[in-house]
């Protein structure tokens, strides 16, 4: 069977319509996937960044507060230090602050951690002396009165 040159260039004309409807169709599909590709990066970058500063600020807003919280609790532990004695017993500074937010100072500025940790020293010393006059000292004696004087 011989074909003629009409049949022939009909042929040719489906195949390479074919052809181009097909190579069309991977060059549409990689370019779309390549566009959805990097947008997602696009939006994944995006998503990161505002993950991590929300993380940010997260962590200073916790900074100002626990800088906060201990500045309110030194205020109340100098009125009571320079109050120390009261007509039954001697006070006790407070320390709950320091128990909650003592994970945190390591993220402060190094000056402000080693004043932190110095006074809160102080501090325990000065309650361990208080307890002790409270618990073994006899009422009203002031033995340990010169020594609680001297820390608070």
Known sequence: MKLDNLTIEIIISLFSGIFGAIIGA?????????GAMDSTK????H????E??????KNKQEERS???????????NLDL????QTSSSKSILSTETWSIYKGVIPSLPESLQEKIIKSYAEIKRY??????????????????????????
């Open 127 to 152: 309650n361990a002396l208080a307890e002790y006059d409270r618990a073994r000292v006899d009422f009203g004696s002031g033995a340990l009165d010169q020594a609680l004087q001297k820390q608070a």
């Open 52 to 57: 991590v500063d929300k993380r940010e600020y």
């Open 26 to 34: 991977l060059v549409g599909g990689y370019i779309s996937y390549k």
């Open 66 to 76: 626990a800088i906060n919280s201990l500045l309110s609790e030194v205020k109340e």
């Open 81 to 84: 230090s320079i109050k120390w």
């Open 47 to 50: 998503l990161y960044k505002q």
């Open 42 to 45: 696009t939006q994944i970058k």
